[in-house]
């Protein structure tokens, strides 16, 4: 069945370190990729999204990500993590169709909870 | 409205009893889509809606979940003869036609089943 992985469960770092969270997703085909965000206490919010073309995607609050087809990889990077970065992360993929194809559904990963320490 | 709303935001309810949950989606977003967000479980897919139909629904856990959605607006899932294993957030979401839109999220219905 398809899948999105999410390595990193839960991350800890001081502000000003560097992030990197993984995200691989099992589906061969053309692909819609992204990133959500939920800060404490407010719900799911877009942080960014791939649908062709260039591969490094930039963001929303200086995340980027990049797509590495051969990887199966959609990266979640910051050069530099703020306090208010502190929430749980989530990369998402659209289904594959029964004929091929992406759909609207969108397959989860199981999240990576990155707390920031000041 | 602005955003996708649910409600109630917290419900606690004991075993056996049925449920329902309300989404209003965003005017316009023909797709709606409910999730449940377990703890440590990320984000399970429980059904999808284009207008009024649902093309898949295929994460529904059991026969004891239903949804429906009229007008092609306001959906309800419905929960019956309610266990403990579904405490859960429920999510709803909303998107416009066509492939690869980003869903819109509303803040979710906390069910407690004591």
């Known amino acids: 069945a398809q899948s999105v992985s999410q390595h990193n469960h839960h991350v800890i770092l001081s502000e000003a370190a560097s992030l990197e969270l993984g995200c691989n997703y099992s589906?061969?085909?053309?692909?819609?990729l992204f990133w959500y965000v939920q800060y404490p206490g407010q719900h799911l919010q877009l942080l960014l999204k791939y649908f062709s073309g260039d591969p490094l995607v930039k963001g929303i609050k200086g995340f980027e990500a990049e797509f590495i087809k051969s990887k199966f990889s959609f990266n979640l990077r910051k050069p530099s993590v703020q306090w208010s970065d502190t929430a749980e992360y989530f990369c998402?993929?659209?289904?594959?169709?029964?004929?091929?194809?992406?759909?609207?559904?969108?397959?989860f990963g199981t999240g990576t909870l990155l707390a920031v320490q000041p | 409205g602005a955003g996708v709303s649910q409600s109630p935001s917290n419900k606690v309810t004991e075993k056996g009893k049925d449920v329902e949950l309300r989404c209003d989606p965003i005017s316009g977003h023909t797709a709606l889509y409910w999730y449940r967000q377990s703890l440590g479980q990320g984000l399970e897919f429980l059904i999808y809606f284009q207008g009024n139909s649902a093309p898949d629904k295929s994460g529904l856990p059991s026969d004891r979940f239903s949804a429906e959605r009229t007008g092609g607006s306001v959906s309800t899932l419905t929960i019956q003869r309610t266990q403990q294993e579904d405490s859960a957030v429920y999510l709803c979401?909303?998107?416009?036609?066509?492939?690869?839109?980003?869903?819109?999220f509303g803040s979710g219905t906390r069910l407690t089943v004591v």
């Open positions: 979401a909303s998107s416009l036609k066509g492939q690869g839109d980003g869903y819109t």
């Open positions: 998402a993929v659209n289904a594959e169709g029964p004929y091929g194809g992406a759909t609207n559904k969108l397959i």
């Open positions: 589906y061969g085909g053309t692909v819609n």
